[in-house]
């Protein structure tokens, strides 16, 4: 079957589902205090050529000021002011360990020009910008590509060299609930199996995007499950199974935006209700049942 280029994904699409936002970012960081005059910033910025820097006081991360504030500051005469009073005290951040579509996400949304990059525990380990975000994928478009020529193999061929009148290969990974550090490896795997098979780069990126929103389901409202790929010489079949709480009202579930993921999820960057859309987006087929008390079954079906 032909491919559906309504749901084509671009490879750098797949890479920000991949990468995470402390592959991409800055790590060595210009800083000022809030007790920073305007002109001291100033020749920061003229010193670093940065446009805006994190503001710390006793190495904690208390506001952001940037070339607006400046600008802004020097039209009300105010060169001399200090930096605590001009700067933006409610700080949008990023996590290291999120994925880095979630800081297009916000960069997309907020306008912003930069983001201060924190870890789990609050502490400032680098700084994003768009700038940065494009610089990643560039290395990594590269990198990807190197990679694969050599670790490729003869395995493209390997549904010719079989005499079977039907012929599958599977391919099972085990998703652990509630574990962040590991979110994304079972599609992260199966990407990099489905490259050394030789399976068309188009239909790979639909696969990684499909299979991570369904991976991230399982971390997020489950205790953990299983995602299985069988893989046919025409199609690619992905089922995740969990014995979570179930989803009370499937055809809500499916509604952009909507989400029962927990506060404590929701501010890890997690949970916002587009996991379900994306998997319909990418897939040619898709069926999900789901009994309250007992768990979901996900079946995604990809054809090349």
């Not at 007790?35 to 910033?41: K, S």
Request: proline share 4%.
């Amino acid at each position: 079957m032909a491919e559906d280029k309504g749901k084509e994904v671009t490879k750098l699409q797949e890479l920000t589902y991949e990468l995470k936002v402390g592959d991409a970012m800055t790590k060595k960081v210009v800083t000022v205090t809030p007790q920073t005059t305007m002109a001291e910033f100033r020749e920061v910025m003229r010193t670093h050529r940065v446009s805006g820097t994190p503001v710390l006081e006793g190495g904690r991360l208390v506001g952001i000021v940037s070339i607006e504030d400046l600008i802004k500051a020097l039209a009300d005469g105010e060169i001399n002011v200090t930096v605590g009073e001009k700067m933006v005290r409610d700080v949008k951040t990023l996590y290291c360990d999120e994925p880095l579509v979630h800081a297009v996400g916000q960069f997309a949304r907020l306008r912003f020009g930069r983001f201060p990059v924190v870890d789990r525990e609050g502490h400032l380990v680098g700084i994003l910008t768009q700038g940065d975000i494009v610089r990643a994928l560039l290395r990594e478009l590269e990198i990807d590509y190197h990679a694969e020529e050599i670790h490729r193999y003869r395995a493209s061929h390997i549904f010719e060299d079989i005499v079977a009148d039907q012929t599958a290969l599977v391919f099972g990974y085990h998703v652990i609930g509630n574990d962040f550090n590991l979110a994304g490896k079972a599609s992260s795997s199966l990407k990099t199996t489905l490259n050394r098979l030789g399976i068309p780069p188009p239909v790979i990126r639909r696969v990684t995007v499909a299979t991570y929103e369904a991976e991230m389901n399982v971390v997020i409202y489950t205790k953990g499950g299983e995602v299985v790929a069988e893989v046919q010489p025409d199609r690619i079949r992905i089922e995740t199974v969990d014995n979570g709480p179930g989803i009370p009202d499937v055809e809500l579930a499916m509604q952009p935006g909507y989400s029962t993921a927990p506060e404590w999820v929701r501010e890890m960057g997690f949970g916002a209700g587009m996991g379900l859309v994306n998997i319909k987006a990418c897939s040619d087929e898709m069926k999900l049942e789901s009994t309250v008390g007992i768990g979901t079954h996900l079946e995604i079906i990809i054809y090349y």
